[in-house]
């Protein structure tokens, strides 16, 4: 019998540090969570304020809470599916014996990815909605902020897309071999 290799017990050493260290990224997912609190918060705060004046408020207005609502509810379903799923691609799976969602698993990080940034362009999309909205009211805003609203939009949109274009090259490039 050889006597082990002391460079490959080094090497096996680092291995288990590096893959060990995925645990790292726990914190993050952790302050994502209190994300998603804050985001909670501002959500109750909205109904707190607007429940009380809805039979008062003018059909803009109703729509422009609405939207804002929205806006929340789309970063925090974005929050949870970026903890969920990266903690599922980087740290471990998740076993807790509850229903799992379906998406929940089968996601890859250009998945999530474009779930991102398919997230930031509806909301980037809400926002200058709002902004039009607001064209008639007391404080319309610039043609400068106007024109820049659209052109992040655009360009969110169009990142979006090429993202998608490159996420199918690979998944096409990756089905032929």
């Not at 302050?31 to 008062?56: E, H, Q």
Request: hydrophobic share 55%.
């Amino acid at each position: 019998m050889s006597a082990p290799d002391p460079e490959s017990a080094w090497q096996t050493d680092i291995e288990r540090a590096l893959f060990a260290s995925r645990w790292l990224v726990v914190p993050f997912y952790f302050g994502l969570l209190l994300a998603l609190l804050m985001l909670f918060t501002a959500f109750a705060k909205g109904l707190i304020t607007y429940v009380p004046k809805m039979l008062t408020m003018e059909l803009d207005d109703v729509i422009l809470v609405s939207l804002a609502l929205i806006d929340i509810a789309l970063v925090a379903n974005l929050v949870v599916i970026v903890v969920l799923a990266s903690y599922e691609m980087m740290v471990s799976r998740i076993d807790t014996g509850a229903e799992r969602p379906g998406w929940m698993g089968g996601m890859g990080f250009g998945d999530v990815k474009l779930k991102l940034f398919s997230s930031i362009v509806a909301i980037s999309g809400i926002q200058l909605l709002k902004t039009f909205m607001g064209l008639g009211g007391p404080n319309p805003p610039s043609t400068d902020t106007l024109f820049w609203l659209v052109v992040v939009h655009a360009t969110f949109v169009v990142s979006t897309l090429l993202s998608a274009l490159a996420e199918w090259v690979s998944a096409t490039a990756k089905t032929r071999k």
